[in-house]
Nanobody, 117 residues
C-alpha cells in the first residue's frame, strides 16, 4: 500500500527551529518529487517547498525562502524540512506529498507545529 508518513511536529518558540521528516512507501515507489504544504487555522492549504527526486532541484514559497530548507534521502525514500526563525504566525499543520512518476499524488496525514510567541 502506498503511503506517506510525516513526523517531527511539536511546540516551538518563535525564532526557534524544527525539523520534519517524511517517508514514502513502499520502497519500490517511483518518485518524481516530494513536497511540503501547510495549512494554518482558518486558511487554505498552501505550498511550502518541493524537491525534484532526480535532479535535487528545489522550489520554495517566498515566505520561507532563506529560512526553510528541503532535502532528501533517496535511499530511504525520505524528505526533510528544516525550519528556522519560525514566526508566531507559523502555527500550522504541515503535509508531505509524494508525486509518483505515474503522476499520482500521495498525501500524508499531516504533522502539527505550534509556534508560541
Amino acid at each position: 500500500q502506498e503511503q506517506v508518513v510525516e513526523s517531527g511536529g511539536g511546540l516551538v518558540e518563535a525564532g526557534g527551529s524544527l525539523r520534519f521528516s517524511c517517508v514514502a512507501s513502499p520502497r519500490s515507489l517511483s518518485i518524481a518529487d516530494m513536497a511540503w504544504s501547510r495549512q494554518a487555522p482558518g486558511k487554505e492549504r498552501e505550498f511550502v517547498a518541493r524537491i525534484n527526486w532526480i535532479s535535487g532541484s528545489t522550489n520554495y514559497a517566498d515566505d520561507v525562502k532563506g529560512r526553510f530548507t528541503i532535502t532528501k534521502d533517496n535511499a530511504k525514500n525520505a524528505v526533510f524540512l528544516d525550519m528556522k526563525s519560525l514566526r508566531p504566525g507559523g502555527t500550522a499543520i504541515y503535509y508531505c506529498r509524494t508525486k509518483a512518476l505515474s503522476g499520482r499524488g500521495i498525501w500524508g496525514q499531516g504533522t502539527q507545529v505550534t509556534v508560541s510567541s
